[in-house]
């Protein structure tokens, strides 16, 4: 993935703009598996959307996020993926491989990054995350932060 100069990409400007959360203050967060191939983001999902780099400059990448909430004001909270390995890393938990990466790369979701996702912000639906997995990362998140 290359860095994208493109002001366009879908979530990285305006109010649709992908941001970063903090997870701890976010209020209540029920998480909910409800993957739909419908062309909207849902919990459950894979999606690409424009994500900051986390030195907020304005640099950034497309990228995979696998969604894992729904907020109230119907903003949704996800985490970015990485294909780079992170085996001895408490902060990143593993969820294998999936079409979400052309390359078929083993990939890794970041614990320590929650991101707010508009759902006009994201550029394209990937793919469902298999339940047993997404449960996962969501015990993960939620012994973090305290989720439900």
């Avoid at 970063?20 to 409800?34: K, L």
Wanted: with cysteine; charged share 30%; aromatic share 6%.
């Amino acid at each position: 993935m290359t860095t994208s100069t493109n002001t366009n990409s879908p979530g990285r400007s305006g109010s649709t703009r992908t941001t970063e959360a903090e997870p701890d203050q976010v209020g209540r967060v029920r998480t909910s598996y409800a993957p739909d191939h419908d062309g909207d983001p849902d919990p459950g999902e894979i999606v690409w959307t424009w994500v900051p780099f986390e030195e907020n400059d304005g640099r950034g990448k497309d990228r995979p996020v696998l969604v894992v909430a729904r907020e109230g004001t119907g903003t949704l909270l996800a985490v970015q993926l990485s294909s780079k390995r992170h085996d001895d890393d408490r902060e990143w938990a593993p969820i294998g491989v999936g079409p979400w990466d052309a390359a078929g790369r083993e990939s890794w979701v970041n614990l320590d990054r929650v991101l707010r996702v508009h759902p006009d912000g994201m550029r394209r639906e990937a793919c469902a995350l298999d339940r047993p997995r997404f449960d996962r990362v969501v015990g993960r998140l939620t012994e973090r932060y305290g989720w439900s």
